[in-house]
């Protein structure tokens, strides 16, 4: 059979391709073993076992363990069991030095770490065994490089603080054998206290994501050692490599602030032992008052950077003190433009933040105020009345407060009568306004925050209460101006404020009949409220 020229040039051209093909595998092949064998040995890099005493620079064995051999807690030949690890600390005057040369000069077989976000400055001095970790990725260096559960291959983790010293080689083990003593059980961390007992305080938290709050409270103590949700006070604290590890933020600072609501999540706790007592030469840390204030504002800083990536805004010291991360007079409000009646938060399973409602608290007490004092009757209005009969306050989820004025008393209110154009913002702060939405008033926190109440003025035709602008809610009617005659006190938001005199067939004529008794989103359509978890 004759092949033609087109044939065999298209036969020349499938063999070429296929050469091709066959090269650039190999080379695909021997690049992947290029790669794991780079690999292996950037592993290598980072566990270096000269800088780490055979801690996190040993290879690590079948078993998990290290292949050095060491005397462990029972006595026989293992490899260490605890990685100590000190994250807290300032770049301007630390101690890391001397707490690493005091744990490897008893215990020269433990892995000492040093955490930093970044690399200090001035450099740090750590004696042979110790090491820095700089949790800042570098585009040069691998992502294991700086991710901490790499270079941690120990079973237990020692979370120590700065400036303190180990005096008893067995410390550790004694805080090891009452971990594992506790078995599987809610105790997952040991602590231990620097200097004495009486230091530190064993507290309750609970963390109520759906309102943005942690509360602290004492805790009782006991002979063999107190169990709680938290610490305040220097302690060293032992935690299982794999709890730790699973935590979504494990070693982000303040490192015990964010332990504590992390364990109180999840059910954890700690127990708080009577001794061993660790000590501290260095204490104050700070040998200036400069450097104090320095560490105080670090420590504000990362506090409130925390409490913005757990979402909390709210703390209840075990003091009775109030902390506040959430939004203010001079800052916008926690949560952007309302649509379809649900605020973002409710989508997260959240109810208004705590600062919110302060803020509209505040509003409130104040416009009522102005209204008294100036002659203008008012009333609660719609879901902020319904807050009043189910809560005696705000509604947890609500985002606003209205009140119903008398149109004909409006003349009587300087700050309302010349709100034809314009705004008003008064000597306090807040911001009067007529809205643009329709024919009604609007009072704002302030400038920058638009937490606010609504003022809708209305006027009496043939017995019945109405007005000239009305929205598409539901509980937007007419009613009958006998529940305003006479208008009667009810406790609200920390005043007694007014309300129609029988307010619960005010409510069902305009909500439905048993509304106060059954909770329910404002637009059920888009996100509905689960009761079970009232």
């Given at each position: 059979m004759r092949i033609s020229f087109c044939q065999g040039l298209l036969t020349g051209a499938i063999i070429l391709n296929l050469l091709i093909l066959y090269y650039v595998s190999r080379a695909q092949q021997q690049m992947m073993e290029k790669r794991k064998e780079h690999g292996r040995s950037t592993r290598r890099a980072a566990h270096p076992a000269s800088s780490l005493g055979g801690g996190l620079g040993g290879l690590v064995g079948p078993g998990g363990g290290l292949e050095h051999g060491v005397v462990g807690v029972e006595g026989h030949t293992r490899g260490p069991r605890v990685t100590v690890l000190l994250r807290e600390f300032e770049n301007f005057e630390n101690y890391v030095g001397d707490v690493a040369n005091s744990f490897l000069r008893h215990r020269p077989e433990l892995p000492f770490l040093a955490v930093a976000d970044t690399t200090p400055y001035p450099p740090l001095v750590l004696p042979e065994g110790a090491r820095l970790l700089v949790l800042s990725p570098s585009p040069d260096q691998p992502p294991q490089a700086h991710r901490p559960e790499f270079h941690v291959q120990t079973e237990f983790v020692l979370l120590v603080p700065d400036g303190v010293e180990l005096e008893q080689a067995r410390a550790i083990e004694r805080l090891i054998r009452e971990l594992e003593g506790e078995g599987g059980g809610p105790v997952r961390l040991v602590a231990a206290p620097v200097l004495a007992r009486s230091a530190v305080q064993c507290l309750h938290l609970r963390v109520n994501l759906r309102e943005w709050t942690a509360t602290y409270s004492p805790a009782a103590s006991g002979s063999s050692g107190s169990v709680c949700t938290a610490l305040q006070g220097d302690a060293v604290v032992l935690i299982r490599t794999e709890d730790l590890f699973n935590l979504s933020l494990p070693l982000v600072r303040p490192l015990f602030s964010s332990l504590f609501i992390q364990i109180s999540l999840r059910g954890?706790?700690?127990?708080?032992?009577?001794?061993?007592?660790?000590?501290?030469?260095?204490?104050?840390?700070?040998?200036?008052?400069?450097?104090?204030?320095?560490?105080?504002?670090?420590?504000?800083?990362?506090?409130?950077?925390?409490?913005?990536?757990?979402?909390?805004?709210?703390?209840?010291?075990?003091?009775?003190?109030?902390?506040?991360?959430?939004?203010?007079?001079?800052?916008?409000?926690?949560?952007?433009?309302?649509?379809?009646?649900?605020?973002?938060?409710?989508?997260?399973?959240?109810?208004?933040?705590?600062?919110?409602?302060?803020?509209?608290?505040?509003?409130?007490?104040?416009?009522?105020?102005?209204?008294?004092?100036?002659?203008?009757?008012?009333?609660?209005?719609?879901?902020?009345?319904?807050?009043?009969?189910?809560?005696?306050?705000?509604?947890?989820?609500?985002?606003?407060?209205?009140?119903?004025?008398?149109?004909?008393?409006?003349?009587?209110?300087?700050?309302?009568?010349?709100?034809?154009?314009?705004?008003?913002?008064?000597?306090?702060?807040?911001?009067?306004?007529?809205?643009?939405?329709?024919?009604?008033?609007?009072?704002?926190?302030?400038?920058?925050?638009?937490?606010?109440?609504?003022?809708?003025?209305?006027?009496?035709?043939?017995?019945?209460?109405?007005?000239?602008?009305?929205?598409?809610?539901?509980?937007?009617?007419?009613?009958?101006?006998?529940?305003?005659?006479?208008?009667?006190?009810?406790?609200?938001?920390?005043?007694?404020?007014?309300?129609?005199?029988?307010?619960?067939?005010?409510?069902?004529?305009?909500?439905?009949?048993?509304?106060?008794?059954?909770?329910?989103?404002?637009?059920?359509?888009?996100?509905?409220?689960?009761?079970?978890?009232?």
């Amino acid at each position: 059979m004759r092949i033609s020229f087109c044939q065999g040039l298209l036969t020349g051209a499938i063999i070429l391709n296929l050469l091709i093909l066959y090269y650039v595998s190999r080379a695909q092949q021997q690049m992947m073993e290029k790669r794991k064998e780079h690999g292996r040995s950037t592993r290598r890099a980072a566990h270096p076992a000269s800088s780490l005493g055979g801690g996190l620079g040993g290879l690590v064995g079948p078993g998990g363990g290290l292949e050095h051999g060491v005397v462990g807690v029972e006595g026989h030949t293992r490899g260490p069991r605890v990685t100590v690890l000190l994250r807290e600390f300032e770049n301007f005057e630390n101690y890391v030095g001397d707490v690493a040369n005091s744990f490897l000069r008893h215990r020269p077989e433990l892995p000492f770490l040093a955490v930093a976000d970044t690399t200090p400055y001035p450099p740090l001095v750590l004696p042979e065994g110790a090491r820095l970790l700089v949790l800042s990725p570098s585009p040069d260096q691998p992502p294991q490089a700086h991710r901490p559960e790499f270079h941690v291959q120990t079973e237990f983790v020692l979370l120590v603080p700065d400036g303190v010293e180990l005096e008893q080689a067995r410390a550790i083990e004694r805080l090891i054998r009452e971990l594992e003593g506790e078995g599987g059980g809610p105790v997952r961390l040991v602590a231990a206290p620097v200097l004495a007992r009486s230091a530190v305080q064993c507290l309750h938290l609970r963390v109520n994501l759906r309102e943005w709050t942690a509360t602290y409270s004492p805790a009782a103590s006991g002979s063999s050692g107190s169990v709680c949700t938290a610490l305040q006070g220097d302690a060293v604290v032992l935690i299982r490599t794999e709890d730790l590890f699973n935590l979504s933020l494990p070693l982000v600072r303040p490192l015990f602030s964010s332990l504590f609501i992390q364990i109180s999540l999840r059910g954890w706790k700690v127990k708080l032992l009577e001794s061993p007592c660790f000590s501290a030469n260095h204490r104050p840390l700070f040998s200036s008052a400069h450097n104090q204030w320095k560490a105080d504002t670090r420590l504000k800083e990362t506090t409130r950077k925390l409490m913005r990536s757990f979402g909390l805004k709210r703390l209840l010291l075990s003091d009775g003190k109030e902390q506040w991360y959430g939004c203010s007079k001079e800052t916008p409000r926690c949560f952007g433009t309302v649509q379809d009646d649900t605020p973002d938060y409710l989508y997260l399973d959240r109810w208004t933040p705590p600062c919110c409602l302060r803020a509209l608290r505040e509003t409130t007490k104040y416009v009522i105020n102005i209204l008294e004092s100036s002659g203008v009757r008012y009333w609660l209005e719609g879901g902020t009345l319904l807050g009043a009969a189910r809560h005696q306050d705000i509604i947890p989820w609500d985002y606003d407060v209205d009140l119903g004025i008398y149109q004909e008393d409006i003349p009587n209110c300087d700050h309302l009568k010349n709100l034809d154009s314009g705004s008003l913002v008064d000597a306090n702060g807040y911001v009067w306004e007529r809205a643009v939405e329709g024919d009604f008033y609007r009072v704002q926190f302030s400038e920058a925050n638009h937490l606010h109440v609504d003022l809708w003025p209305f006027y009496p035709h043939n017995g019945v209460m109405t007005k000239d602008t009305w929205t598409e809610h539901k509980q937007d009617v007419e009613f009958p101006e006998h529940f305003l005659q006479p208008l009667v006190p009810i406790p609200f938001a920390g005043i007694t404020a007014y309300a129609p005199n029988n307010h619960r067939a005010f409510l069902e004529l305009k909500f439905g009949e048993g509304v106060i008794e059954n909770p329910q989103y404002p637009n059920p359509a888009k996100k509905k409220l689960d009761r079970s978890k009232l």
